[in-house]
Structures are given as C-alpha cells and as structure tokens.
C-alpha cells in the first residue's frame, strides 16, 4: 500500500495544454518533494515545499503543498514536450529525521507536438 | 560537483552468480539511501545509512541482499546467489537534510 497516493497514473495532453498532477496522503509531512524522472536517468529533484499552504513556481511549474502538509499539488502551463517523463512526489515524515523518503507511485506524462 | 556516480550501469548475469552495485555520493551528504525500480512496484527503498551506519534495512527483500558502507563516499549493494526476479534498476541516493540526489542508476538483468 502506498503512502502517497498520486492521480492520475498516466495523462496524456497535446502541447500547449495545462494539466494537475495530485499527491494525496492521510499522513503529515515535513517537507514534500517534486521529482520528474526521464527514460534510462534516476529521479531529479524539481522542488521542495515545507509549510502548509505554501505555493512555488518554477517557470511553467506550480507547486502547492496543503494547508494540513498531507496533500500536494503540481499543475504544469502550457505544456511542452520537454515536460514529458514520470513525475514522483515524496514526502518525509515529521517523526523521521534520518532524511528518508515516502515515494508515491508516479505519473506518466506524456506532451505530444 | 559530478553528482552520485553509479556502476555499472548496465550488468547482465546468469542467476546464481554474485551481483556488486557500488556508489559513490555527493561529498558532503551524510545519508545514502538504496532503492529499486520496477514497472510492477515503482521505486522501493531497499536500505539507507546516516552517517556510515545502516538506520533501516527493512525493506531488503531477502537475505540474499546485503549493503556495506565502508566511508562517507562509498557504498555497495550486494546480491548473492542473484535470481531472474531481481532483474530491475537500482538506484542509489544521498541527502543533506530531507532533499535527495539520484544517481542514474544500474539496470540489472538476471538470466
């Protein structure tokens, strides 16, 4: 059973449409990440967000982690087929402190032209 | 800096035989975490280390698996006899804080 629970599994959008990726848990985080992850390559950390409510943007990227730090959210403008890949969020617990992470299972995005 | 350094990145055995993954992290980074991917299970923490020493190694499969972490910059996964059902990518990760680093991973294929 996963922790994090992310929707949808797979989306697939043309370029140049928005789309939201959902990180949901009944659990409370510290922090909660972003990863995107590309075919043959490991994970790469795309944001961190830590106090509830808290909004980030990263150019076409926005993050939003929720008022209760259970829950999170990445919407993506415009999208283009660089954006393509699996995106993970992660979230670390507030009882741990050693650095671990709960991974959710992902979801595959794919921007055709 | 070059980042977590995996290898190799690719190894292809016959099942029986002994597998050695190794890492080398990020300097500076006192947490090393070893995860495993597959289509079926998405990515499984194996076993992490604070500072050298193994915090949670829960999530290693069987005894078959085992991990070291002889110094600060560097770690080896061992699977030994290796079996057709640990064919996956292996990931190992370091941290400062709660932000984690990937390596680009070792694609295992068991025969």
């Known amino acids: 059973t996963q922790l994090l629970e992310q929707s949808p599994q797979f989306l697939s959008i043309q370029e140049g449409e928005n789309l939201t990726v959902y990180c949901n848990s009944s659990?409370?985080?510290?922090?909660l990440q972003w990863y995107r992850q590309e075919p043959g390559e490991g994970p790469v950390l795309l944001v961190t967000v830590v106090t509830g409510g808290e909004v980030k943007k990263l150019k076409r990227l926005t993050f939003q982690f929720g008022d209760a730090r259970k829950d999170s959210s990445l919407h993506i403008t415009a999208a283009q087929p660089g954006d393509t890949g699996l995106y993970l969020c992660a979230g670390a617990e507030a009882t741990d402190s050693w650095g671990k992470l709960q991974f959710g299972a992902g979801t595959q995005v794919v921007v055709t032209p | 800096d070059a980042g977590v350094i995996q290898s190799p990145r690719h190894e292809v055995t016959e099942m029986g035989q002994e597998v050695t993954l190794r890492c080398k992290p990020i300097?500076?980074?006192?947490?090393l975490f070893w995860y495993r991917q597959t289509m079926m299970r998405g990515l499984e923490l194996l076993i992490y280390f604070n500072n050298n020493v193994p915090i949670d190694d829960s999530g290693m499969p069987e005894d078959r698996f085992s991990a070291k972490m002889p110094n600060a910059s560097f770690s080896t996964l061992k699977i030994q006899p290796s079996e057709p059902r640990d064919s996956a990518v292996y990931f190992c990760?370091?941290?400062?804080?709660?932000?984690?680093?990937f390596g680009p991973g070792t694609r295992l294929t068991v025969l």
């Open positions: 659990s409370v985080f510290s922090s």
């Open positions: 300097s500076g980074h006192n947490s």
């Open positions: 990760a370091s941290s400062i804080y709660n932000e984690q680093f």
